[in-house]
C-alpha cells in the first residue's frame, strides 16, 4: 500500500527545459538545486533562468528530455489530493479539475504552509524534489476517514477535493494509502461555457486523452506553476478574489500558439498514461499575459 512505484494517477510535470519549473527571469541559478526563497516561502529558486520571457517556457530540442536533475538527489514527496466521488452523484469533469486546481493554490497560500507555519517546512521539502501530485478518490466512510485527517477541503458547485500537506513517497497515511486511484473517470453533463477572458484559464492540450484523476493533477500543475511566476501583488489579488479559474480543453488549432507564448507550460515526467514529455497543460493568467 505504500509502494513508491507508479501508480494510476500519479503525476508530475518536468521542467519548461530541465526537469522544474523556472520561477525568475534572472540569470545565473542554472542546473542547481531549487531551494525557498526566504523572503517568499511559497516559491522555490529558479532551477534554470532563461533571460528572456519570450524563451522561458521554450520546450527542449527533444519533447522526452527526462534525465535526471539535482531534485532528484533530494528526498522525494508527494502532495495527496481525494476527490469526493459518491456512486449515485460524481461530480462533473470540468468542475472536479478546476477545483483541484484550486485546492492546490489554496494549500500554496494557507498561512501554515508559509513561513514558520506547521505545514511550512513539509512543503518546502516537496517544492525543493520533483513536484509530485497523485489524485485518489473516496466515498462514503472512506471520505468521512479522509476527512478527519490535516487538510483543507475545496469545494465546486459540484465537486470536493481534499488536499494534505506533502508525504514522503513511502509514506502514506493508512486511509489514503488504501483509496483507490485508477477508475476515476468523470463526464460533464453538458458542455462547459466558453471561458471568461478576463480570468486565468488552464488549457488542456487537444490531443492527449487523460482520465479525470490524471487531468485533476495535470491543473494542478498548472496552477502551481503560474502560481509561482507571479508577482506578489497579483498573487494576492488572485487568492482574496477565491482563486478564480477555468479548466478548457484547447482549440487544436491554438494550441501551437499557446505553447509557444512564454505562458507556463506543464511537461509531463510520463510515469503514467501518457509519454514523458507531453505538453500537458498551458496556464494563462492574464498578468501573466501583460508580462513584457
Not at 50 to 71: C, D, G, K
Not at 74 to 98: C, H, K, M, S, Y
Not at 118 to 144: F, H, L, S, T
Not at 247 to 263: H, K, Q, Y
Request: net charge negative; charged share 25%.
Amino acid at each position: 500500500m505504500t509502494s513508491n512505484a507508479p501508480r494510476p494517477g500519479d503525476s508530475e510535470p518536468t521542467s519548461h527545459t530541465e526537469g522544474h519549473p523556472n520561477t525568475t527571469t534572472t540569470a545565473g541559478t542554472a542546473n542547481s538545486p531549487g531551494t525557498p526563497n526566504p523572503e517568499d516561502p511559497g516559491t522555490p529558486a529558479a532551477l534554470d533562468a532563461p533571460a528572456s520571457p519570450a524563451t522561458r517556457y521554450s520546450p527542449p530540442a527533444s519533447p522526452f528530455r527526462v534525465e535526471r536533475t539535482p531534485r532528484d538527489e533530494a528526498p522525494q514527496f508527494v502532495l495527496p489530493l481525494v476527490a469526493r466521488i459518491e456512486r449515485g452523484a460524481p461530480p462533473a469533469r470540468t468542475d472536479a479539475l478546476e477545483t483541484a486546481a484550486r485546492a492546490v493554490l489554496t494549500i500554496l497560500s494557507d498561512e501554515r504552509a508559509l513561513g514558520e507555519g506547521e505545514w511550512a517546512q513539509v512543503m518546502r521539502d516537496w517544492q525543493d524534489a520533483r513536484i509530485r501530485k497523485v489524485v485518489r478518490r473516496a466515498r462514503g466512510a472512506e471520505w468521512r476517514r479522509a476527512e478527519a485527517l490535516p487538510g483543507i477541503t475545496v469545494t465546486g458547485k459540484s465537486a470536493e477535493v481534499r488536499v494534505y500537506p506533502p508525504v514522503p513517497l513511502d509514506g502514506w497515511p493508512k486511509d489514503l494509502a488504501r483509496l483507490q486511484v485508477s477508475g476515476t473517470d468523470l463526464d460533464d453533463p453538458e458542455p462547459p461555457r466558453d471561458p471568461d477572458p478576463s480570468t486565468p484559464v488552464l488549457w488542456l492540450n487537444p490531443d492527449i486523452t487523460m482520465s479525470a484523476g490524471k487531468a485533476m493533477a495535470q491543473a494542478g500543475h498548472g496552477a502551481q506553476l503560474a502560481w509561482w511566476d507571479l508577482s506578489a501583488p497579483d498573487r494576492t489579488a488572485w487568492r482574496e478574489a477565491g482563486f478564480p479559474l477555468s479548466v478548457r480543453t484547447a482549440p487544436a488549432p491554438r494550441w501551437p500558439e499557446l505553447t509557444t507564448s512564454g505562458l507556463p507550460l506543464v511537461r509531463d515526467a510520463g510515469f503514467t498514461e501518457i509519454a514523458p514529455g507531453s505538453c500537458t497543460v498551458v496556464a494563462d493568467h492574464p498578468a501573466l499575459r501583460r508580462r513584457p
